[in-house]
């Protein structure tokens, strides 16, 4: 009688731990298997934007060039002179937004698929990639960007930091 007993105030305790347990998953964020990312939602890269880097000024660019498209460029100056030029796009294709850069030291064009989206912030990632692995765009409320490219190389973390201001339109 006595492990009869035992047995049903047994189970009757796991009850309410099984419940407890099946509260906690639910409480976690599921990720998403698809993104309802819009590129309307990176308007805000829009324009022309200038940094400085050593002796180099860095110009990136961005314009509208269709519903599902941005196209940009990545400039760097010295002395006047562009010493480096980077095309770069943003696209949506099959319902995924990806930052391309077609760069002169690569044979293809490489693509960074839109993994984070903030109203202030993106997240580009391309694990695949030598250098970077990652693209991060921040945009703040004095309208300045940030930009990070940062990624591993022989399991070491490199990281470069731009900072950028809006040329204004004239």
């Known amino acids: ?3 009869i007993i035992f047995l049903l105030l047994l189970l009757l305790g ?3 731990k099984k419940q407890q347990e099946q509260e906690k998953a639910e409480k976690i964020p599921q990720t998403p298997t698809t993104y309802d990312f819009s590129l309307e939602d990176l308007d805000w890269m829009l324009g022309t934007w200038r940094g400085q880097k050593k002796e180099y000024i860095v110009i990136e ?3 509208k060039t269709g ?3 941005f196209s940009g460029a990545s400039l760097w100056i010295k002395d006047g002179d562009t010493t ?3 095309k770069l796009k943003i696209l949506k294709r099959n319902e995924n937004i990806y930052y391309t850069a077609d760069v002169p030291m690569n044979d293809s064009i490489i693509y960074f698929k839109l993994i984070v989206l903030h109203p202030n912030q993106a997240i580009f990632k391309n694990a695949e990639h030598d250098w ?3 693209i991060t765009y921040v945009h703040n409320e004095q309208d300045l960007l940030y930009v990070r ?4 190389v022989n399991r070491k973390k490199i990281y470069e930091d731009f900072f950028f201001e809006r040329v ?3």
């Open 1 to 3: 009688m006595r492990s």
């Open 14 to 16: 796991c009850v309410p």
């Open 61 to 63: 660019k961005w314009e």
């Open 67 to 69: 519903i599902e498209e």
């Open 84 to 86: 480096e030029a980077e």
């Open 132 to 134: 970077p692995q990652t």
């Open 149 to 152: 490219a940062d990624g591993r």
């Open 168 to 170: 204004k339109e004239q």
